[in-house]
């Protein structure tokens, strides 16, 4: 049967206590220890995380900033490029219009100096032949300078008609 000795028991318990002691000294300790060392560095990379994470949410909200800066200088760029060119074509069609006006114009007046000399040229023929005319019909000759008034008034009344 089971018997109990108080000597066994009391030995065993003395082993027990002294081998809770040692494993506590020599294996706890240092275990608890690395523990603690593994949990304070555990709590330092949290805290270095979520430090580097805050600055990279902010790192992220400066640059959103930038970029909606930047793109509203470009937009702005590009309206003041957009207006400029119009300016500059309005101011070609503006300085095409007006030359060829002028071109027209000079023209014109070619036109109208043409027409003048064509005018004259035919008024001096009209003389010409009138004089001759005039002496062929008075079978002598008639100098012209005489009758220089009489054939400004037969050119005025056969230019009304031209």
Known sequence: M?????????????VFLILMIVVAK?????????????QDHIDNEISTAEAN????????????EELNRVREEAK?????????????GQKIIEDARSQS??????AKEEIESE??????????????LSVML???????EVDAKSHDKEINQFLKQVGDRL
Do not use: Y
């Not at 089971?2 to 003395?14: N, P, R, V, W």
């Not at 994470?53 to 959103?64: P, S, T």
């Not at 702005?76 to 500059?88: F, G, T």
């Open 2 to 14: 089971l018997e109990f000795h108080i000597g066994t028991i009391l030995f065993q318990l003395i």
């Open 26 to 38: 020599f294996a706890v300790r240092p275990m608890l220890g690395v523990m603690k060392k593994r």
């Open 53 to 64: 994470r805050i600055e990279a949410e902010e790192l992220l909200a400066k640059q959103k």
């Open 76 to 88: 702005e760029i590009i309206d003041r490029a957009k207006r400029q060119s119009e300016n500059e």
């Open 101 to 106: 006006e002028r071109m027209i114009e000079q």
């Open 115 to 128: 027409r003048e000399k064509a005018v004259a040229s035919i008024r001096d023929e009209v003389a010409e």
């Open 134 to 140: 005039a002496s062929k019909v008075l079978e002598k």
